[in-house]
């Protein structure tokens, strides 16, 4: 009994001087070797313990094995997964593109290669995904027109830089955007494309409306807008965005329709030229035989007075003639260095001789002296006609009609070649009825009036925009009914010595 406690007790010393020295595997083998050995010589000495140590040697070999197993583990099985595991957490952290090595040939092995092959496919993947990001976004933020991001909601997410600039000045958008709803911007709330907007984000339905015309207020001209709405979906059902893109045509409309007019004018210049040349010969037969008769009547016979009327009316439609003559240019201008203060004050003093002496004629000259190079006489025929226009729009009997002179400074040309250029504006304003914008649109053209039968021609505006086209000048006018009509004549500067003032 001694001999088999003292077994026990020197077991338990082995294992607590194995403890002792670090608790490793290898040093529990070494240890449960030496005792072993040790307890062999014993075993021949002490035949009852042969036993215990058998048992004993059972399990150092055990321990022994399992030490190997361990070891085989942690190399082929801990260290792998564990790396793999640090290397899913970089992962997961957005770390990409790194690879983990390969220190086993079988399953962890493949794992571990397929693990550094989803790590350089994501890494690819999100490579070719920032590109297509930065080439949505150039082209997002460099289209020519203003384009707006929003979601399905309508909410405005994002608008590029073309937008930007336009809101600066442009009173159709939005300055503070973030947050607003598409349906917000004075653009769509006045041209009321509401339903094309609810369409467009709640049905996926693409629109283009094209020469949209929306005025702001009464005091604005109405802008043209060619707008466009895209959705955009994540899923072929389901809508994610949508882009609303805006151009802006006022500028290319109204050279447009300025285009047109002018190629009306010429055909029509073209066509009453011939038509004023043929029928100024008839007159002259007319005016020449019924002059002829007269002479060779008496006096107090009763044909003198029909000839009378006769010649009274072939003179006025000489003068009708002369009109359409003037019209259609057929006869050389007379340029000349004309100062415009002079003439327009001359014009007006006329003026307020020869009309309605309740209509109040009023002259708003510029301080400096002005000069451009046009026919006089023309001019003077030009602003004739449109003072006689404003006071037969001025139909309550009193009213003003405004003579004004100014200059005005215009940068023209291609953007890091421009150059300014000074211009003189000659203004004729009435305050009476206004017109229609129908009616505005036919002001110029010949023998276009709504004038009663008998009281105008429709040859005086017509006339009035030949003459200003043949001297180098422009015209333009704003009206609306029950407003103002503003006529402005815009010729270029010169200096005294007939130079063009830049």
Same mark, same amino acid.
């Given at each position: ?70 070891? $085989? ?15 899913? *957490? ?11 090595? *390969? ?84 653009? $769509? ?40 709405? $895209? ?19 006022? %500028? ?18 073209? %066509? ?231």
């Amino acid at each position: 009994m001694p001999n088999r406690i003292l077994k026990r007790q020197s077991i338990s010393t082995t294992i607590a001087i194995i403890t002792f020295l670090g608790g490793t595997l290898f040093a529990f083998i070494i240890a449960g070797t030496a005792y072993k050995i040790n307890r062999l010589g014993d075993i021949a000495v002490e035949s009852k313990t042969l036993f215990w140590s058998y048992l004993e040697l059972s399990l150092i070999l055990t321990a022994f094995a399992m030490a190997i197993l361990y070891w $085989i583990l942690r190399k082929v099985v801990t260290r792998p997964l564990r790396q793999l595991i640090q290397a899913s *957490e970089r992962l997961g952290g957005g770390e990409l593109g790194f690879q983990v090595p *390969e220190t086993s040939s079988y399953e962890i092995g493949r794992l571990t290669g397929a693990f550094n092959q989803m790590s350089v496919s994501l890494a690819s993947q999100q490579s070719a995904l920032k590109t297509s990001e930065e080439r949505y976004l150039q082209i997002f933020h460099f289209f020519p027109l203003p384009l707006i991001l929003m979601d399905n909601r309508g909410q405005m997410i994002n608008v590029n830089s073309v937008y930007f600039s336009q809101a600066k000045k442009n009173p159709y958008y939005l300055k503070e955007w973030e947050g607003k709803s598409v349906l917000d911007l004075p653009l $769509i709330q006045k041209g009321k494309i509401q339903p094309e907007i609810h369409q467009l984000l709640e049905q996926g339905g693409s629109f283009k409306l094209s020469k949209i015309s929306i005025a702001l207020n009464e005091t604005l001209s109405p802008g043209i807008f060619n707008i466009s709405g $895209i959705p955009l979906f994540d899923t072929p059902a389901r809508l994610n965005a949508a882009i609303l893109a805006i151009e802006d045509i006022t %500028l290319q409309q109204n050279l447009e329709n300025q285009i047109i007019q002018s190629q009306k004018m010429e055909s029509l210049e073209i %066509l009453s030229g011939g038509i004023a040349h043929d029928f100024n010969n008839i007159l002259t037969g007319i005016l020449g035989y019924s002059q002829l008769l007269r002479e060779q009547l008496p006096p107090d016979d009763f044909n003198q007075k029909a000839l009378k009327a006769i010649e009274k009316s072939s003179l006025r439609a000489r003068d009708l003639i002369q009109q359409m003559i003037g019209f259609a240019r057929w006869h050389p201008l007379a340029k000349s260095r004309v100062e415009v203060n002079s003439l327009v004050a001359g014009i007006a003093a006329l003026v307020q001789k020869t009309l309605d002496r309740e209509i109040q004629i009023q002259a708003v000259l510029v301080k400096e002296p002005c000069f451009i190079l046009v026919d006089a006489d023309q001019l003077h025929q030009a602003l004739l006609n449109l003072c006689i226009n404003a006071r037969d729009a001025i139909q309550t009997g009193a009213g003003k009609i405004l003579l004004k002179t100014g200059r005005k400074t215009i940068e023209e040309g291609l953007s890091g070649e421009s150059e300014e250029k000074e211009f003189v504006d000659i203004i004729v304003q009435d305050n009476g009825i206004g017109m229609e914008p129908d009616v505005l649109a036919h002001i110029f053209e010949p023998f276009y009036t709504t004038k009663e039968v008998g009281k105008g021609s429709g040859l005086g505006l017509s006339v009035t925009y030949g003459i200003v086209k043949a001297n180098g000048g422009e015209i333009t006018v704003l009206s609306e009914p029950g407003k103002e009509t503003t006529f402005t004549l815009r010729f270029p500067l010169i200096d005294q010595a007939g130079t063009p003032s830049v």
